[in-house]
């Protein structure tokens, strides 16, 4: 692989970021809502007019537009060595109902303005680079999240993901057609020499510790279950409190032991009860049964394998002290991902070069790049969101956190692709 | 006022078990559900036929029966001194959807048994006895529950109440119009020498003490609170322990500190949370609200208050521990009630004189015989209920304690009414 080495330091090479920013405003009108967010969902004719907005700008810019199977949109430049395998850059640009201008797309317009930049500068890349966007991300109308960059790694198959349905009955096949947007895998890259994402945080951490960048490293593991506390419905007067089995107090010892198994991992360790239901729910009525939700994650699998034990402890120690019964049955579990050496490598060069305050973070949430680093080397950058606040339409990015992290994506673009001299 | 004083004891006065249990049994086929219960809602059709088969057993006794203007159901015994207020016993016949067969009905069979009794041992009193089935105890059809009591007492007009509307748009002056149970006020008793009800206790402490009888010493004071614990809505992955505001680990330490309050202040303290609803009740997001309900009850109103402040101090403590926000809004009040001396001590003698093991309780819940204790002697008499089992299909009370009930009922009714010699 060639190595950036050239006379022209990388620092000095920077993106237009008033005219990044204006893009991500511009994209963000198709679908526009009223409380200034975004819903551009997966497949809908807004994604095929973002869709063609998007590829009208990869087209000025010279860019070979194609989609696969599943729609994935690539748009390539070619570098000096055409057979090679690209660097791919890019993420998403469907959105949540309520969702914002940033998620997925400062990724994707952040690529853009990196090939612009590279166009404007006239400076040719060993290896192409494609900007992609990958179909469906957010998972909102179709389930699951991530489609077009499971399908694209062989986690769901083709098949499997054009038959699931949306609310109204509509396929994804049937959606994919009606916008246009099925093409050929064998016109897009089936292999990459690398990938990098640039997502806003979606959670507080940069803010918190003023910094501009999140390095990267990896994303948390994640085990999800359901629980279900049975205790005996009664009523709340007759009944005196040693002679009660309140499935609601029982519960209570399960969202403090999930949030104190969090807490005792840090700074890594997650524990949330998100989803619960009090049944009969009833003021008079000492509640009978409790479901809940647990979800733990960590960066470390055993780690989070002796989150999970803490836990089923809690439930075994709920059950011997207080007659209550307890189900749990897990429902998720996907194992900690580590990103590649060599792309959390480039992007902290990329912050370091652009003097970017900067610290590794690891990706409490799902994206792209994590299912892509099972097949490819990746990595990815993070920017600060407002209070950490994201599917919402009041998320919000700073437009100097825009600018530093297409920067750094820059800079990390053009060392895994190689500047050619 | 005339005490029992004659030749034959009281306790050799037995009620007839069997006959009780087949009538029992014969008011909850009308209404009966597939699981064993009664759905027999106030003012229905199937009310107007429980209300007609009870009149037909009452005039098949002799009894002369009239309603008032809201429909309690007043069944005459006459007593030796024919213009003595009388002596008045029932309970109500009305059912929740998915009630037992025991709820008020025992009340009401009860009082009818006795007078049976009395008729076929020819004995008179000095007072006359009533026997009384009030109008919509249940509230489950038209609210509020003891709606009948509750207009004989002025807790509510005539008028408020005949107003108020079902699921349909019913409403209760309709639904009494249509059965046929508007009477005369003039025509039914208004004031009482005295009040006893019989009743399942709908709570677990006589079975746990393998009780029979329950002698009523009075009912619980209550309050009742609405309280929202508002935090911040967020990411489960991506947002660290430390800088989460999650509203439900705030609103667990409310229902610990309820519980725990109703506990310090045993045996006659009562804490519960019943009503408990999570927001956005999603599994991956951090919940940023919670709202809840308080129920405290106590038979001594400083206690009741202190309860009262020790869940107040509890929320300012959330507060100032977690930056969390809570409001609290009360949303009911009720002192606690003390039956009357005489009618107390004369259920207690009846337990003693018909050898029932027996203990003195407070009824946690409500029943028309509070309300009636306002404006007149009033008194219960307690039987076990299955695990403490009621508004349920499956509520059940044993047949031995049924006619204990009933027997202690013959013999407090006798002494408040005075056996003529």
Same mark, same amino acid.
């Given at each position: #692989?060639?190595?950036? #080495?050239?006379?022209?330091?990388? &620092?000095?090479?920077?993106?237009?970021?008033?005219?990044?920013?204006?893009?991500?405003?511009?994209?963000? /009108?198709? @679908?526009?809502?009223?409380?200034?967010?975004?819903? +551009?969902?997966?497949?809908?004719?807004?994604?095929?007019?973002?869709?063609?907005?998007?590829?009208?700008?990869?087209?000025?810019?010279?860019?070979?537009?194609?989609?696969?199977? %599943?729609?994935?949109?690539?748009? +390539?430049?070619?570098?000096?060595?055409?057979?090679?395998?690209?660097?791919?850059? $890019?993420?998403?640009? !469907?959105?949540?109902?309520?969702?914002?201008?940033?998620?997925?797309? =400062?990724?994707?317009?952040?690529?853009?303005?990196?090939?612009?930049?590279?166009?404007?500068?006239?400076?040719?890349?060993?290896?192409?680079?494609?900007?992609? *966007?990958?179909?469906?991300?957010?998972?909102? +109308? =179709? *389930?699951?999240?991530?489609?077009?960059?499971?399908?694209?790694?062989?986690?769901?198959?083709?098949?499997?993901?054009?038959?699931?349905?949306?609310?109204? $009955?509509?396929? /994804?096949?049937?959606?994919?057609?009606?916008? @246009?947007?099925? @093409?050929?895998?064998?016109?897009?890259?089936?292999?990459?020499?690398?990938?990098?994402?640039?997502?806003?945080?979606? $959670?507080? %951490?940069?803010?918190?510790?003023?910094?501009? %960048?999140?390095?990267?490293?990896?994303?948390? $593991?994640?085990?999800?279950? !359901?629980?279900? %506390?049975?205790? #005996?419905?009664?009523?709340?007067?007759?009944?005196?409190?040693?002679?009660?089995?309140?499935?609601?107090?029982?519960?209570?010892?399960?969202?403090?032991?999930?949030?104190?198994?969090?807490?005792?991992?840090?700074?890594?360790?997650?524990?949330?009860?998100? *989803?619960?239901?009090?049944?009969?729910?009833?003021?008079?009525?000492?509640?009978?049964?409790?479901?809940?939700?647990?979800?733990?994650?960590?960066?470390?699998?055993?780690?989070?394998?002796?989150?999970?034990?803490? =836990?089923?402890?809690?439930?075994?120690?709920?059950?011997?002290?207080?007659?209550?019964?307890?189900? /749990?049955?897990?429902?998720?579990?996907?194992?900690?991902?580590?990103?590649?050496?060599?792309?959390?490598?480039?992007?902290?060069?990329? *912050?370091?070069?652009?003097?970017?305050?900067?610290?590794?973070?690891?990706?409490?949430?799902?994206?792209?790049?994590?299912?892509?680093? !099972?097949?490819?080397?990746?990595?990815?950058? =993070?920017?600060?969101?407002?209070?950490?606040?994201?599917?919402?339409?009041?998320?919000?990015?700073?437009?100097?956190?825009?600018?530093?992290?297409?920067?750094?994506?820059?800079?990390? &673009?053009?060392?895994?692709? @190689?500047?050619?001299?």
């Amino acid at each position: #692989m060639t190595t950036a #080495m050239n006379d022209q330091p990388l &620092t000095r090479t920077t993106v237009d970021g008033e005219h990044l920013w204006q893009r991500l405003m511009a994209l963000a /009108v198709i @679908g526009a809502t009223p409380k200034g967010g975004c819903n +551009r969902q997966a497949l809908t004719e807004l994604d095929r007019e973002g869709r063609a907005l998007l590829t009208q700008w990869c087209e000025a810019e010279g860019l070979r537009v194609r989609t696969d199977a %599943i729609g994935n949109l690539f748009a +390539r430049r070619a570098g000096r060595q055409s057979d090679a395998d690209p660097v791919v850059i $890019g993420s998403h640009i !469907d959105t949540q109902p309520t969702g914002g201008k940033y998620d997925g797309c =400062f990724g994707v317009l952040a690529a853009l303005e990196v090939i612009r930049t590279l166009n404007a500068l006239d400076i040719e890349t060993e290896r192409p680079i494609e900007l992609v *966007a990958w179909t469906n991300e957010e998972g909102c +109308r =179709f *389930a699951p999240c991530m489609m077009g960059a499971g399908v694209f790694t062989g986690k769901l198959s083709l098949e499997a993901a054009r038959g699931r349905t949306d609310g109204d $009955g509509i396929t /994804v096949g049937e959606a994919l057609d009606a916008i @246009g947007q099925v @093409g050929r895998d064998a016109d897009c890259p089936r292999r990459f020499a690398g990938y990098l994402e640039a997502h806003i945080e979606q $959670g507080p %951490i940069l803010e918190d510790e003023e910094k501009t %960048i999140g390095v990267v490293t990896g994303a948390l $593991g994640l085990k999800w279950f !359901d629980v279900t %506390i049975t205790g #005996m419905e009664a009523h709340a007067g007759p009944t005196p409190m040693h002679l009660r089995r309140d499935a609601l107090l029982g519960a209570t010892r399960v969202v403090e032991a999930v949030n104190r198994i969090g807490g005792a991992h840090g700074p890594d360790g997650r524990g949330t009860v998100g *989803a619960f239901q009090v049944s009969p729910n009833s003021r008079n009525v000492i509640p009978g049964q409790v479901t809940l939700s647990v979800d733990l994650r960590h960066r470390d699998v055993e780690t989070l394998a002796s989150m999970v034990s803490e =836990f089923q402890n809690t439930l075994a120690a709920i059950e011997r002290d207080t007659g209550l019964e307890t189900q /749990v049955t897990p429902t998720a579990d996907y194992p900690p991902q580590f990103f590649d050496a060599g792309c959390i490598d480039a992007v902290r060069r990329g *912050a370091e070069a652009h003097e970017c305050a900067y610290r590794e973070i690891v990706s409490g949430a799902g994206h792209d790049a994590v299912y892509i680093s !099972d097949v490819a080397p990746a990595g990815m950058i =993070f920017i600060p969101c407002e209070n950490g606040i994201s599917h919402n339409e009041s998320e919000y990015a700073a437009p100097k956190h825009v600018t530093a992290g297409a920067n750094v994506l820059l800079h990390a &673009t053009l060392e895994l692709a @190689g500047k050619a001299t």
